[in-house]
């Protein structure tokens, strides 16, 4: 008989499990007009640690991973250098101090999927971890179930693992985690329930303050999938979606931001507008709408102004009320 916590791969949807804990949440906090009821875009607060719900479909992220060179532009493996104490590049607000080997994009997407997929687990806010397998994690990941695309995920898995992050703002302190607090993994199938490949995430409760209200930004899931590998296009889709102001950014303070070691101007302005058109289409397929382009080498969003006004409505239910 499997364990309490499994997670049975494609038993629901992701859409019905959502669903699901939501119903949970609202039984929990009652229906009655005395008790407070969470809403679609409130925290769930779990334990000690706070899992907040984005619109349905969509990454929360914490602003700083996006706003960084945290999970930044590694083009191969043997560019992954390992850091020490090292403060990364971000923008006013963040400092941001790393240790451990240099993290990309899909690294960030990795623990996104990981963070919705503890989200969804009813006894995850008692213990603070979860269980899931290989074969889910993939297939929500958009990834085919192959040996090499499970060596792959594991190895991010084990970085972030690795990773340790400390995010302070000056005169106000910060908060030292690592980004995923244990890891084990199991390949053999036992008779006790346990399944092949089955693999427990324990995350910090730490973290939950990087998701604090104000603190994080949503993206849209399926944009970010259907980018796939492009590191480049994924880091301007999450940068520039997040933000509710359609502002232009210079090529050079980006190339800082996201880590890109591509030295020559004119090879970087090619791989930027490559990005762009890639972020305009995919997010035009998936009814986003974001577009991104490259005039007088500043890139400059253009933003419908339905996405624009969800945002705003995001921000307002984020920001803490004034007593």
Known sequence: MAEKNSIKPGRHDIGNRIAEVRNRQRQRFGSGPAQAQPVEDEPEILGQLVLPFGPDGHYPTPSAFLRSALFGIVDNNRDRETAHNVEITAVSGHKITFSGPRLDQQDLTVWLELLSIARENPNFSTTHKFRTTA??????????????????????????????????????????????????????????????????????????????????????????????????????????????????????????????????????????????AAVTQVSAAHGEGLQLAVAKDIIRPQRPRSMRSKQTTLEKLKTPRKA
């Open 135 to 276: 074969y889910e994690v993939l297939k929500r990941l958009e990834m085919t179930d192959t040996a090499p695309n499970r060596a792959a995920v594991f190895e991010r898995i084990k970085r972030l693992n690795a990773s340790q992050v400390l995010i302070s703002r000056p005169g106000t302190g910060g908060r030292l985690t690592n980004l995923i607090k244990e890891f084990v993994w199991d390949e053999r199938a036992h008779t006790s329930g346990r399944r092949k490949n089955e693999w427990e995430v324990w995350i910090s409760p730490k973290v939950g303050e990087w998701l604090a209200p104000g603190q994080y930004q949503s993206i849209a899931r399926a944009v970010r999938l259907g980018l796939g590998k492009n590191q480049l296009a994924l880091y301007l889709h999450a940068f520039f979606s997040s933000h509710d102001k359609s502002m232009g950014y210079g090529l050079e303070r980006l190339r800082e931001l996201c880590g890109s070691n591509v030295a020559r101007k004119d090879h970087w302005r090619e791989k930027v507008r490559a990005a762009c």
